[in-house]
């Protein structure tokens, strides 16, 4: 088993930005991807970014792509968000997830975290 606790969400303006994290541990020798998701009131969960633990190679949404930012350290076990230029759309409950069962995009990911509240303000 593996148990995801994301952090480092909260309210922010228009424009500015956000890290989240997200800490793994029991059987974290078994990642070998993690991933972002966002769902937004009355909307589907949709993916964000994910990154290869290993290798560190990264991919994202389209509407994500430039500003917002993932990356891991390997050694505290921790994946990163880091999220620029915000704005009112990005307002969601973000979720990092890890081992997807397929496509890296779909919602097949074997374990979650509880997610993390971000609020964009205009």
């Known amino acids: 088993q593996v148990q995801l606790v994301e952090s480092g969400g909260g309210l922010v303006q228009t424009g500015g930005s956000l890290r989240l994290s997200c800490a793994a541990s029991?059987?974290?020798?078994?990642?070998?991807?993690m991933g972002w998701f966002r769902q937004a009131p009355g909307k589907e969960r949709e993916f964000v970014a994910a990154i290869n633990w290993s290798g560190g190679s990264t991919y994202y949404a389209d509407s994500v792509k430039g500003r917002l930012t993932i990356s891991r350290d390997n050694a505290k076990n921790t994946v990163y968000l880091q999220m620029n230029s915000l704005n009112v759309e990005d307002t969601a409950v973000y979720y990092c997830a890890a081992n997807p069962r397929s496509d890296y995009k779909r919602l097949m990911y074997t374990y979650w975290g509880q997610g993390t509240q971000v609020t964009v303000s205009s």
């Open positions: 029991g059987r974290t020798f078994s990642i070998y991807v």
